[in-house]
């Protein structure tokens, strides 16, 4: 099929570059020239395993134009995406005037019969008004994908939601994700609106509540990790997405929460549930922050504090609302002299020390933040000549609490 993706960002570019991938002819517009050309010469501009070879691979057969006008891109297309970013306005609510502009600016050019579908995650009543403005059948498809396996995601994603007022503009999308084996949920507008949040309301809470737990195990004296194999076992409630960390951070999480209870606001609902997520989210931060404080002696004034990553994530070089960035940010505020490495994040104003290892020298206290792998290789009795001090507070449950005391090293985790 004939395909245009608007917007180059995360979600454009991987619904574009794996649609292309599919066998489709799929032209994606991006407004900043300097990214389009990136793009052009097969450069990813996001670092995300598996993409750079598909990029290469659909470029090279043809299957994959990118342009910097979205006229151009529109002009024969069957399907427009539409994966415009939706940031975060006033009050938490998600603003879409980039998605509102871009369909007030293709109204008079798409073909007539073309499907504009939304990508991006919008409030409630969005895509009905993307079809006002449009004057064309519109559908929601709201993507899942996870930084760091975005394109498995893609290729093989656990469903795939079509919300639509006509059951008509189902078929072309049915049509679209033929060769992708996935249950396909088809629901009306609104309804598909909601999943997208709701999804990530609660996975959001579920890490809540793991690091809530944490909390409670740490007041006790038990073994969150313990606790959590003891209650995943019953399939009610499974192993995934309960890992006890910083807090979760990253480009959806924060901004759907908020979005979700300013959403449910406006319909005259309370989502306390959902408010409580964000302020225990927001506690983890400082609780993370009070760990570091106590390792350094009870002063953060002037104590050197190394911290192994920046992004919100491994596998992802985004720090956007990384929790890594929240904690440093506090701990820089309380006078303490922060260092930081990360195998594939920088952030500005944030000192880094080049490597893990000389990034460490002389530290008082090492915070890991990001859960890379490679942050469990280290030699730890190498760490423990390179420190000053004797600390390590293990934000993400990372390293084994026997093999660090056995250098002489204190570990302090989350929940253990
Ligand atoms: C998320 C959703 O998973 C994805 O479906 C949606 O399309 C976009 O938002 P992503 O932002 O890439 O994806 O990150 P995710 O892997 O969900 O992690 C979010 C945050 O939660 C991170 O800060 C992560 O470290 C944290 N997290 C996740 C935990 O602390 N513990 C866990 O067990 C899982």
Redesign the pocket.
């Known amino acids: 099929m004939r395909v245009a993706v608007i917007g180059a960002g995360y979600?454009g570019l991987v619904q574009a570059v794996g649609l292309a991938h599919l066998g489709n002819k799929v032209t994606l517009a991006e407004r900043d020239p300097a990214r389009v050309a990136e793009i052009r010469a097969g450069r990813s501009p996001i670092f995300e395993p598996g993409l750079p070879e598909l990029l290469s691979a659909t470029l090279a057969d043809g299957s994959l134009v990118v342009t910097d006008s979205n006229h151009a891109a529109v002009k024969d297309a069957q399907i427009v995406f539409l994966a415009l970013p939706t940031p975060q306005g006033d009050d938490g609510e998600a603003d879409v005037s980039a998605i509102y502009s871009v369909a007030d600016e293709l109204a008079a050019v798409l073909p007539q019969d073309c499907l504009v579908v939304t990508k991006s995650?919008v409030p409630v009543g969005t895509n009905l008004e993307v079809g006002i403005r449009t004057r064309r059948p519109v559908a929601s498809n709201?993507?899942?994908?996870?930084?760091?396996?975005?394109v498995t995601?893609f290729m093989k994603p656990d469903r795939i939601v079509i919300g639509t007022e006509d059951r008509r503009n189902v078929d072309q999308l049915i049509e679209l994700y033929r060769s992708i084996d996935a249950p396909i949920l088809v629901t009306d507008l609104t309804s598909a609106e909601v999943i997208?949040y709701a999804?990530?309301g609660y996975?959001?809470a579920?890490?809540t509540y793991?690091?809530a737990m944490a909390n409670v195990c740490e007041a006790v004296g038990a073994d969150v990790r313990d606790v959590l194999l003891g209650i995943g076992y019953d399939h009610r409630i499974g192993f995934?997405?309960?890992?006890?960390?910083?807090?979760?951070?990253?480009?959806?999480?924060p901004k759907?929460t908020r979005a979700l209870v300013r959403l449910a606001a406006d319909a005259g609902y309370d989502f306390s549930l959902m408010s409580g997520v964000i302020a225990t989210n927001e506690e983890q931060f400082a609780r993370t922050v009070a760990k570091v404080r106590d390792a350094a002696g009870g002063k953060l004034a002037g104590a050197r504090v190394a911290v192994w990553g920046l992004a919100?994530?491994?596998g992802?070089d985004?720090v956007r609302?990384?929790?890594a960035v929240r904690v440093i940010d506090q701990l820089m505020e309380a006078g303490a002299d922060v260092v930081a490495f990360d195998p594939q994040a920088s952030v500005p104003g944030i000192p880094e020390g080049g490597d893990a290892m000389s990034t460490i020298k002389g530290a008082d206290v090492l915070l890991i933040a990001?859960?890379w792998p490679e942050f469990q290789r280290y030699d730890l009795r190498a760490v423990a000549t390179q420190m000053r001090g004797s600390a390590i507070v293990d934000a993400?449950n990372l390293l084994d609490p026997i093999a660090v005391r056995a250098v002489g090293l204190s570990y302090i985790g989350v929940g253990r």
Do not use: I
Request: hydrophobic share 30%; charged share 30%; proline share 9%.
């Open positions: 979600v995650t709201p993507e899942f994908l996870r930084e760091g396996s975005a995601d997208k999804a990530n996975l959001a579920r890490v793991a690091n995934s997405f309960m890992r006890p960390g910083p807090g979760f951070g990253g480009s959806c999480f759907d919100f994530k491994a992802t985004d609302e990384s929790p990001t859960e993400r």
